[in-house]
């Protein structure tokens, strides 16, 4: 029996979905747009039907016709939406969360810039008020991804000793965050620079450790079932030795965190602020951020208590 299927439901499934007029919604078909037309690739990482800084984004600057008169001239634009009720096909929604673990997208809303090739230069995170806002970093990752590609054309005129540091100093001129996405440049840096006159494997390795070991303590907090268990483990990792300066403020925040939740009386309570001049000692960057969380966590003492001493099963004191 020959199967019969709507001209119209072909055309759905050999046509690109929009999300809204002019915005792509599958990045391989926005890279592929981008390097036909010459343009870079604007690509959004929204929660649109449940995020609020999303929803104001898109109807405030992204869906203006002040923005499409910019971004047109510059971008092809992607959107990439992480819905909690939105229909969306398996394809779709496996595609996205790839791209979003590829990116270390781990806010919404998200946007960045890429080359056709899907190396990142800029973006941001949040929401913004207008397009001056909006644009100035795009303008940015533009004017830089100019630059990196300028100076990457000129390194590779070079030989030897000269063109490994020449391809150092274009690596190393990305902003860091997106350098992650930078993996072929990185790997030719790698292969070429054997006895590392650069640094950049010394440093690509240290930075690979430091991920396994932040990768491992998220994974034992996760595993924790009680603050007191979560206290324990972020101690027993404090202790090891030349921890880097982010990875022990992160651990001194969970500390915090779980003091915090297990504060039952005035006393557990009184221990969670002491250890919080601990974290400013260490932090003096934001000294003055902290003692104005601790003026409020102050003021909340009560509130707090209570609300530990009133989960089910835990024993007034």
């Not at 030719?188 to 491992?216: F, P, R, T, W, Y």
């Not at 996760?222 to 090891?240: M, N």
């Not at 965190?257 to 003096?284: M, P, Q, R, V, W």
């Not at 960057?285 to 707090?304: G, P, V």
């Amino acid at each position: 029996m020959t199967s019969y299927i709507p001209v119209l439901a072909i055309a759905a499934c050999i046509t690109p979905a929009f999300a809204a007029e002019g915005w792509l919604t599958d990045l391989d078909t926005g890279k592929k747009q981008a390097a036909a037309e010459n343009k870079a690739v604007l690509v959004e990482f929204t929660g649109s039907d449940w995020c609020p800084p999303c929803k104001a984004l898109r109807k405030n600057v992204l869906m203006t016709p002040a923005f499409n008169e910019y971004a047109t001239k510059n971008f092809v634009l992607v959107e990439l939406d992480f819905p909690n009720s939105k229909p969306q096909t398996p394809e779709e929604k496996q595609k996205n969360d790839a791209w979003a673990k590829q990116y270390n997208i781990d806010g919404f809303p998200t946007i960045l810039v890429m080359d056709p090739q899907g190396n990142a230069y800029g973006g941001f995170v949040g929401g913004r008020p207008d397009l001056a806002a909006v644009q100035q970093p795009l303008d940015e990752a533009l004017q830089t991804m100019k630059t990196v590609k300028g100076n990457l054309a000129a390194a590779e005129k070079l030989t030897g000793d000269d063109k490994i540091l020449a391809l150092a100093k274009v690596y190393q001129s990305i902003p860091e965050e997106y350098r992650s996405s930078h993996a072929a440049l990185l790997k030719q840096i790698m292969d070429l620079d054997k006895n590392d006159i650069s640094g950049i494997v010394a440093s690509e390795k240290k930075a690979a450790a430091d991920k396994a070991l932040s990768d491992k303590i998220q994974q034992t907090l996760a595993a924790c079932k009680t603050p007191q268990e979560a206290i324990a483990a972020t101690e027993t990792f404090l202790a090891q030795k030349d921890l880097p300066k982010e990875i022990q403020l992160n651990l001194l925040q969970a500390k915090l965190k779980a003091l915090l939740t297990a504060s039952k009386n005035d006393d557990d309570f009184n221990k969670a602020l002491a250890f919080l001049d601990e974290i400013a000692k260490i932090d003096t960057e934001h000294a003055q951020d902290i003692a104005k969380f601790k003026e409020t966590l102050s003021k909340n003492k009560d509130a707090i208590i209570k609300r530990n001493t009133s989960q089910p099963g835990t024993p007034q004191q």
